[in-house]
Structure formats: structure tokens, C-alpha cells
Nanobody, 118 residues
């Protein structure tokens, strides 16, 4: 059974950085396309970063240049480096498959809360 465990969130001031981790068990991360998503209160879940099996990355304009997704195959983990955080980045962040390629996702983890506030 595949499990996704997100961590690394917290409360930070605008302009600061955080690195989120997604520890994956039950499947080898190398062989799948992955993504980070976020859901702010009252809003739909949105994708904020994706990485293909060939390590091609994609970001929406809202985070491009600030967020970086990466993968550590040895640790079976992938990451989201978030720099220059803004208040609008406040949300619960989740990791999962990039369903645009797979057509499905695994069960969602608990997510990790990121709050950007002065």
C-alpha cells in the first residue's frame, strides 16, 4: 500500500523559505511523475509543481522562479523548496502523483500546513 507523508511546513514571515518533504513508501519514486499540490481555505486544490520521470519540471506562473521540486531517488523522497514566500502561499500542501500523466492518484496524505504571515 502506497503511503505519502508530507512534512516541513510551518509559520514563516514573508520573504523567507521553507523546504517541504514527501516521504513515499510502497512505490519507487523514480518510476512515477509526481507533483505538489496546495489547498487554501475556501479554495480548490491546485498543483504548484510537478516533475516527470525524466526530471522535467513544471510550475504555474504563481510560483515560477520561487518554488523548486526535486527528487532524491536514494531516499525515495521528493521535495519542494519554497523561496520568497508570500501570504498567498498560505495553504495545506500535499504530494501525490501527477494525474495528468497517470490518470489516477494515491490516497492523499495528511498534508503539511504552510502559513506565511508577519
Amino acid at each position: 500500500q502506497v503511503q505519502l507523508v508530507e512534512s516541513g511546513g510551518g509559520l514563516v514571515q514573508p520573504g523567507r523559505s521553507l523546504r517541504l518533504s514527501c516521504a513515499v513508501t510502497g512505490v519507487i519514486v523514480t518510476f512515477k511523475p509526481w507533483a505538489w499540490y496546495r489547498q487554501a481555505p475556501g479554495k480548490q486544490r491546485e498543483m504548484v509543481a510537478s516533475i516527470t520521470r525524466g526530471d522535467t519540471t513544471h510550475y504555474p506562473d504563481s510560483v515560477k522562479g520561487r518554488f523548486t521540486i526535486s527528487r532524491d531517488n536514494a531516499e525515495n523522497t521528493f521535495y519542494l523548496q519554497m523561496n520568497d514566500l508570500k501570504s498567498e502561499d498560505t495553504a495545506v500542501y500535499y504530494c501525490n502523483l501527477d494525474a495528468r500523466y497517470t490518470g489516477n492518484r494515491y490516497a492523499w496524505g495528511q498534508g503539511t500546513q504552510v502559513t506565511v504571515s508577519s
